[in-house]
């Protein structure tokens, strides 16, 4: 009972991080990837924290688009075009070897949900990278994908013990059992920081709304 009351009040959260999102509009692309990155997101965590079962495989897709929706928003706040083109190079070339190392990785083990996750982990990694690229426009972003990220690599630590056998001795080990608690936390408080960046973008937006009146 305990751990659905816990399951309940995480996705509650996620919720209502999504909702609050709404309340930022100000019509700008930034505003829509980031509601449809928590709007995914709060899909991935139907699947994965609020039923009483996992369904990993679409929960880990709805992930994908949210990651998808983040890249799209770092892509189209980058004012420099250079940078802009090696960002689309270094998706193309993630996502294609994201998908080769892990089949070449795990040989007759892979499965579907491995090759979701590992292509999804990868696109997180380079919205950390590029959000930090802009970290003057993109602070709170950055630090809650940080947070993002973390979180996540606790977890993939989780899983990573379907797949490979990881020694009692061995850091992920130490890392997984240091870090247990900590997991939900740090994504619940990575949720509600993705849209609190958009708060100086939306003051603006009101100022220049006054301003104009």
Request: glycine share 4%.
């Amino acid at each position: 009972m305990r751990e659905f009351e816990n399951s309940l009040f995480n996705y509650i959260c996620i919720i209502t991080s999504c909702l609050f999102c709404a309340f930022l509009s100000d019509g700008s692309q930034r505003y829509r990837f980031t509601q449809i990155g928590l709007i995914a997101t709060v899909g991935a965590d139907f699947f994965l924290v609020f039923l009483p079962f996992q369904l990993k495989v679409p929960g880990m897709i709805c992930f994908c688009v949210t990651q998808t929706a983040y890249f799209l928003l770092t892509y189209v706040e980058d004012e420099n075009l250079f940078r802009k083109k090696i960002h689309l190079i270094l998706r193309i070339a993630f996502s294609v070897l994201s998908i080769v190392l892990t089949v070449f990785v795990l040989g007759s083990r892979v499965d579907v949900l491995s090759i979701i996750s590992v292509f999804y982990y990868a696109h997180l990694i380079l919205n950390v990278i590029f959000s930090y690229l802009q970290f003057k426009k993109l602070r709170v972003f950055a630090i809650a994908l940080t947070l993002f990220i973390v979180s996540d690599t606790l977890i993939g630590f989780d899983n990573l013990s379907s797949y490979l056998l990881i020694p009692r001795g061995s850091i992920i080990f130490f890392l997984k059992r240091l870090f247990k608690g900590w997991v939900m936390p740090l994504y619940i408080i990575a949720q509600v920081m993705i849209p609190l960046s958009l708060l100086p973008q939306k003051r603006k937006s009101l100022q220049k709304e006054k301003t104009n009146g």
